[in-house]
């Protein structure tokens, strides 16, 4: 990944090994990702102009399922602009992750719960600009959810997000007339 200030066409630095760069809210820094990583972190912090060997490891999939469970690839993901919720692709497509990030990026995440069974595979997760929804590519189209702010739930994120993942109702599939 090669890091630019557009503007004077300037390169500020290349951070190898890692892809699918999303911009933290202060805008100095992004999340990256390295899904097929299992030695290494598949998830990390860098700063503009970072080089691989600066990152800072945030997690990887191991650290975030039930113990006996199979690690996957994991990524590309995004984080909600307050950075309080983070969604990722996990095993190729096949589930698309959600994790609570309120403890920050020096610890892993909490993961909240699994959405599965996409029609085709889950593809570029994005946020509302206010977290209250989630939208994603499947074969079907684009499809969202709304996922309530933290706040505003007893029980907080597990309980809003849990919501959104376990409803028997299917999830509007946007652009279908």
Not at 1 to 10: H, S
Not at 27 to 42: E, F, H, K, T
Request: hydrophobic content about 45%.
């Amino acid at each position: 990944m090669i890091w630019q200030r557009a503007d004077r066409r300037e390169v500020l630095g290349t951070t190898r090994f890692f892809e699918a760069p999303d911009w933290r809210g202060d805008s100095q820094s992004a999340v990256l990702w390295a899904p097929m990583n299992r030695l290494a972190a598949q998830v990390a912090v860098a700063s503009i102009g970072e080089d691989a060997n600066a990152v800072r490891s945030w997690f990887n999939d191991s650290n975030t399922i039930p113990p006996g469970s199979l690690e996957q690839d994991l990524g590309p993901g995004r984080l909600t602009r307050a950075g309080d919720r983070l969604a990722a692709i996990r095993a190729d497509g096949a589930q698309l992750a959600l994790y609570d990030a309120r403890a920050g990026f020096g610890v892993p995440p909490t993961g909240v719960c699994l959405l599965t069974n996409p029609v085709g595979a889950f593809g570029d997760p994005t946020w509302a600009p206010d977290g209250s929804a989630l939208a994603w590519a499947e074969g079907s189209g684009i499809v969202s959810t709304a996922v309530a702010p933290a706040a505003t739930m007893a029980g907080g994120l597990q309980r809003a997000a849990a919501a959104a993942c376990h409803s028997r109702r299917r999830p509007t599939v946007l652009g279908t007339g």
